[in-house]
């Protein structure tokens, strides 16, 4: 049976990658935004997600290269 700090670390091992993308949608994109109305704010995200995040953020995950560059390298 595993204790709390092993199950701990397994989660926070896991999820790791989603806080950090939590983080940077927040402090890159909600924290500067004022959204009249909740369809305003998921279009606004999805823009951000797919537009710019997926696209052209550089991740340090993958060597500081975007995502699209790393599809690319890849294919």
């Not at 709390?4 to 909600?30: C, G, I, Q």
């Not at 924290?31 to 704010?41: K, Q, V």
């Not at 999805?46 to 294919?75: D, K, T």
Request: no cysteine; aromatic share 14%.
């Amino acid at each position: 049976m595993l204790g709390f700090r092993a199950v701990r670390k397994v989660y926070d091992e896991h999820n790791a990658p989603m806080e950090s993308f939590f983080h940077s949608l927040k402090t890159e994109r909600v924290h500067h935004r004022i959204y009249g109305t909740r369809a305003e704010a998921r279009r606004d995200l999805f823009q951000y997600i797919e537009g710019f995040y997926n696209s052209r953020r550089l991740h340090s995950a993958l060597g500081y290269i975007s995502p699209a560059f790393a599809e690319r390298m890849a294919a």
